[in-house]
């Protein structure tokens, strides 16, 4: 549940009770409980005793039955309409509000003395955050709790109250493009939420699936890649941008985010030694212990020969490498580095750091590193791509790997083993 409550909140009974029965009770008789717990709730909004207020901008998500419900009623009085002055001696619950869930479920749900007078209303509709498991539990590895650019957070507002404690914002929910949990929250500790982008002023350029014509990624922009994207004609990358990846893809594939060249098309990553450009993990990482795995890879698909003529990429269906042109270019990889990379892209199949299947010599690869990453550090599939000056640090598989008939060259390559892997 993602849930931001502006109110004021005013109980007409204030007595004690016993809260034993609740999963969680305010002196204000406000009971809450989540959908993201790992029990079986029936609701996941709980108002009760008498609790009045005003409840606007509010997303309520992953609800399993019953999305409101209000029940032991006192004297106050229910409204869609807000009062422009006064204390709340009343419960306004806004339209505008957002509850979303199992298709069957129910928004509201009255009891004892709680008639509805026909006000139960709100919004039925996928609030499209920017990744949420719809049964986003403990187990749950990796979320993203923000709404993403064409959600209905940022349309049919309320009004924010204007008095000193309130922020005045233009979203409803929780989160903007802010995620505030992070370096708060046990969430932000063990990696399961993204860090929050490193330069705030920055717009957010996502990159997920096919990527088509042109497409230049500057310093200008923060670069989240939250799936596998496809570049089908050119990528250039400038010199000092950095590429952040998400842990796992935002379409639930089961699958990590990872940048695929095809074949027949090229990349240009030509970065230099003051702004090199670096694919890493989107979390907010203690670099001082071993993480790897957080994320795919690069892989780049090419037309040079290769042992069996052609075949498919490891983990990507339908995605083919290999031909007959032993000089074909794919692009220029130049001070590239890519970190804490190698996790699951396919069932039961890790990726590498750099993968270079069928690419040509005619490929300029030179001054790239690979570190932290959970399988095999550059892997070349066939082709007869060269490589100059590649740095491989603490992978969990093979520092350099051939495989498919490889006929390159190289030179300059300096690797240091880790205390724990395969490296057999």
Same mark, same amino acid.
């Given at each position: 549940?993602?849930?931001?409550?502006?109110?004021?909140?005013?109980?007409?009974?204030?007595?004690?009770?016993?809260? #034993?029965?609740?999963?969680?009770?305010?002196?204000?008789?406000?009971?809450?409980? @989540?959908?993201?717990?790992?029990?079986?709730?029936?609701?996941?909004?709980?108002?009760?005793?008498?609790?009045?207020?005003?409840?606007?901008?509010?997303?309520?998500?992953?609800?399993?039955?019953?999305?409101?419900?209000?029940?032991?009623?006192?004297?106050?009085?229910?409204?869609?309409?807000?009062?422009?002055?006064?204390?709340?001696?009343?419960?306004?619950?806004?339209?505008?509000?957002?509850?979303?869930?199992?298709?069957?479920?129910?928004?509201?749900?009255?009891?004892?003395?709680?008639?509805?007078?026909?006000?139960? #209303?709100?919004?039925? &509709?996928?609030?499209?955050?920017?990744?949420? %498991?719809?049964? !986003?539990?403990?187990?749950?590895? $990796?979320?993203?709790?923000?709404?993403?650019?064409?959600?209905?957070?940022?349309?049919?507002?309320?009004?924010?109250?204007?008095?000193?404690?309130?922020?005045?914002?233009?979203?409803?929910?929780?989160?903007?493009?802010?995620?505030? /949990?992070?370096? &708060?929250?046990? /969430?932000?500790?063990?990696?399961?939420? %993204?860090?929050?982008? %490193?330069?705030? #002023?920055?717009?957010?350029?996502?990159?997920?699936?096919?990527?088509?014509?042109?497409? #230049?990624?500057?310093?200008?922009?923060?670069?989240?890649?939250?799936? *596998?994207?496809?570049? *089908?004609?050119?990528?250039?990358?400038?010199?000092?941008?950095?590429? =952040?990846? =998400?842990?796992?893809?935002?379409?639930?594939?089961?699958?990590?985010?990872?940048?695929?060249?095809?074949?027949?098309?090229?990349?240009?990553?030509?970065?230099?030694?003051? !702004?090199?450009?670096?694919?890493?993990?989107?979390?907010?990482?203690?670099?001082?212990?071993?993480?790897?795995?957080?994320?795919?890879?690069?892989?780049?698909?090419?037309?040079?020969?290769?042992?069996?003529?052609?075949?498919?990429?490891?983990?990507?269906?339908? =995605?083919?490498?290999?031909?007959?042109?032993?000089?074909?270019?794919?692009?220029?990889? @130049? =001070?590239?580095?890519?970190?804490?990379?190698?996790?699951?892209?396919? *069932?039961?199949?890790?990726?590498?750091?750099?993968? &270079?299947?069928?690419?040509?010599?005619?490929?300029?690869? @030179? $001054?790239?590193?690979?570190?932290?990453?959970?399988?095999?550090?550059?892997?070349? $599939?066939?082709?007869?791509?060269?490589?100059?000056?590649?740095?491989?640090?603490?992978?969990?598989?093979?520092?350099?790997?051939?495989?498919?008939?490889?006929?390159?060259?190289? *030179?300059?390559?300096?690797?240091?083993?880790?205390?724990?892997?395969?490296?057999?």
């Amino acid at each position: 549940m993602v849930l931001k409550w502006t109110q004021r909140v005013m109980s007409r009974h204030v007595h004690s009770h016993n809260c #034993t029965q609740q999963p969680l009770c305010t002196i204000l008789k406000v009971a809450l409980s @989540q959908y993201l717990l790992t029990i079986n709730l029936m609701l996941t909004l709980r108002l009760r005793e008498g609790t009045g207020g005003e409840f606007g901008n509010i997303i309520v998500t992953n609800v399993p039955n019953v999305g409101v419900l209000q029940n032991e009623c006192g004297s106050e009085t229910r409204t869609h309409t807000l009062p422009s002055s006064g204390e709340p001696d009343y419960l306004w619950f806004s339209s505008k509000n957002i509850i979303y869930g199992a298709s069957d479920i129910t928004l509201f749900s009255n009891e004892d003395d709680c008639a509805s007078n026909g006000l139960d #209303t709100a919004l039925n &509709l996928d609030p499209r955050l920017r990744m949420m %498991p719809g049964t !986003a539990d403990e187990d749950t590895t $990796f979320l993203d709790p923000r709404p993403s650019a064409s959600s209905p957070a940022y349309f049919s507002l309320d009004s924010v109250p204007s008095d000193d404690f309130y922020t005045s914002v233009d979203y409803k929910g929780a989160f903007d493009t802010d995620i505030w /949990l992070d370096n &708060l929250s046990w /969430l932000s500790e063990n990696g399961r939420i %993204p860090a929050n982008a %490193p330069d705030p #002023t920055k717009s957010i350029l996502e990159l997920c699936g096919v990527i088509q014509g042109s497409t #230049t990624l500057t310093q200008d922009f923060v670069h989240i890649l939250s799936c *596998q994207a496809f570049v *089908q004609f050119q990528l250039t990358i400038e010199a000092g941008t950095t590429i =952040y990846a =998400y842990k796992e893809s935002t379409d639930f594939s089961g699958t990590a985010p990872a940048l695929v060249v095809e074949k027949g098309a090229t990349i240009e990553a030509r970065g230099t030694a003051d !702004a090199p450009i670096t694919f890493t993990t989107i979390l907010n990482i203690d670099t001082s212990i071993i993480n790897s795995g957080l994320w795919g890879g690069l892989i780049i698909l090419g037309n040079a020969p290769i042992y069996g003529g052609e075949a498919e990429v490891e983990g990507i269906e339908g =995605y083919l490498y290999g031909g007959s042109d032993s000089s074909d270019n794919s692009g220029s990889l @130049q =001070y590239v580095r890519v970190w804490y990379g190698g996790s699951v892209i396919g *069932q039961n199949n890790e990726i590498n750091g750099i993968t &270079l299947a069928g690419v040509g010599s005619g490929t300029f690869v @030179q $001054f790239c590193e690979v570190a932290f990453n959970l399988d095999d550090g550059f892997e070349m $599939f066939g082709g007869t791509v060269n490589l100059k000056y590649i740095s491989v640090l603490f992978v969990g598989d093979d520092a350099i790997d051939t495989d498919e008939g490889y006929q390159g060259k190289i *030179q300059f390559a300096y690797v240091m083993i880790g205390a724990s892997g395969n490296h057999g």
